[in-house]
């Protein structure tokens, strides 16, 4: 199976309204989880990231929640703004090997 | 000063040519890889440094050939260009020797398209 499952692929809100995006992994000994955005034609950048040791972490209108017992990560983007719109990547890290991506979300925000 | 430049930014190609894309970082940092973003937006690890020695090499064919002449540097040569190679080549850096621990910092991305 794949190391990180991202959903959804695609996501459209209102301007406004919150976006929520999840990642499940499958290597319990993971313990670094960033998010990257990407807009049209440019590079990923890191918008925010947690570590194992902490549960949540809030920057502005973007938090991420960590869930180790079940898994899972969350990113929540609150009150969206059309710049807001572009691909968003989860990542994990592995023993051995670099950051492995999600397959990514494409989030539209329309005015 | 750009933190991480490479270059071209575009490359536009026949089948069987070869080709290298070049990448700085002036971040000071020890670990430099190469992904490979393909038409579906999916980002995949190729190669990764480590203050001049490889540390990572997935499953990549052998016309893929990096080379980092110093830790600031990490080129990628490209032999018998073919028309699956074309995608998104991003070069990154990142601080620190343990891979997968530090955030990366993402080059603008050379786009390879090979005819």
């Known amino acids: 199976g794949e190391n990180v499952e991202q959903h959804p692929s695609t996501l459209s809100v209102q301007e406004g309204d919150s976006a929520v995006i999840k990642c499940t992994y499958s290597?319990?000994?993971?313990?670094?989880f960033p998010w990257y955005k990407q807009e049209l034609g440019k590079r990923p950048q890191l918008i925010i990231d947690?570590?194992?040791?902490?549960g949540e972490k809030k920057d502005q209108r973007i938090a991420v929640t960590l869930n180790k017992t079940a898994k899972h990560f969350s990113l929540h983007i609150t009150e969206t703004q059309p710049e807001d719109s572009a691909v968003y990547f989860c990542?994990?890290?592995?023993?051995?090997?670099?950051?492995?991506f999600g397959k990514g979300t494409t989030l539209s925000v329309s005015s | 000063d750009t933190a991480v430049s490479q270059t071209p930014k575009y490359l536009v190609t026949q089948m069987g040519n070869d080709k290298s894309i070049k990448c700085e970082q002036n971040?000071?940092?020890?670990?430099m890889y190469w992904y490979k973003q393909d038409s579906k937006k999916f980002l995949k690890i190729m190669f990764s440094?480590?203050?001049?020695?490889?540390?990572i090499n997935e499953t990549v064919p052998n016309r893929f050939s990096p080379k980092s002449p110093d830790k600031a540097h990490l080129n990628l040569h490209i032999n018998s260009l073919e028309l699956g190679d074309s995608a998104v080549y991003f070069c990154?850096?990142?601080?620190?020797?343990?891979?997968?621990?530090?955030?990366?910092?993402f080059g603008n991305g050379t786009r390879l398209t090979v005819t």
């Open positions: 971040l000071g940092h020890d670990t």
């Open positions: 440094y480590n203050n001049k020695e490889l540390i």
């Open positions: 947690i570590r194992s040791n902490v």
């Open positions: 990542a994990i890290n592995q023993a051995g090997t670099a950051l492995i």
């Open positions: 290597d319990s000994a993971s313990n670094y």
């Open positions: 990154a850096s990142s601080q620190g020797a343990r891979l997968g621990n530090s955030p990366l910092h």
